[in-house]
């Protein structure tokens, strides 16, 4: 049994070739023996915040794909705290969801930045022993996530630069293409 803790990171493995998942770095928001919630850190969209969400005033809040599961919802991360009633810490800095009327209270307001919050559409979940599963064979690699690493605006060079960090078998496939008959 592997030893997922919220708060963690995923990275895929190269083999993973599944088109939502490949390169992905995921956020393990929650995890329990029955389900696990993530969102993917690093699949930006072109989309900003105030194009889907009604009066918010013009604002750089880029939004990312969270994961394939309920794409018409809107989550969030953040490094506020308290400041936002109703939030979760799934690690010491690093909160998730929360009261959205204050989030858009505190954007009208500017009172917030890209830097404090990120948005994301949907989010990836699994059920009951899939997660273990997949890590079992070899789909994801856990990785201990310092705080820094959630809250940057990403895209796939952050899974690139991860699995450098990993053992040399795995770090030669850094630049892989999405097609290496294209190579």
């Not at 991360?77 to 009327?101: A, C, M, R, S």
């Not at 960090?165 to 496939?173: F, Q």
Request: aromatic share 10%.
């Amino acid at each position: 049994m592997t030893n997922i803790k919220k708060g963690q990171l995923l990275i895929s493995k190269p083999s993973f070739t599944e088109s939502t998942f490949y390169k992905s770095v995921i956020l393990i928001l929650y995890h329990d023996i029955k389900e696990s919630i993530g969102l993917i850190l690093n699949q930006p969209t072109n989309i900003k915040l105030n194009e889907i969400i009604n009066g918010l005033p013009l604002n750089n809040f880029q939004v990312y794909l969270g994961g394939p599961v309920e794409n018409n919802t809107i989550h969030f991360i953040h490094t506020l705290g308290k400041i936002i009633p109703q939030t979760k810490e799934i690690k010491k800095g690093v909160y998730w969801g929360g009261n959205f009327d204050t989030v858009k209270e505190l954007i009208t307001q500017k009172k917030i930045s890209a830097n404090d919050i990120r948005f994301f559409i949907g989010y990836t979940g699994w059920g009951e022993n899939q997660l273990n599963n997949e890590i079992n064979n070899n789909s994801w690699i856990i990785h201990k996530d310092d705080t820094k690493i959630c809250m940057q605006n990403s895209n796939d060079k952050l899974w690139s630069k991860l699995i450098k960090t990993k053992n040399r078998k795995l770090a030669i496939w850094a630049n892989i293409p999405r097609d290496p008959s294209m190579n």
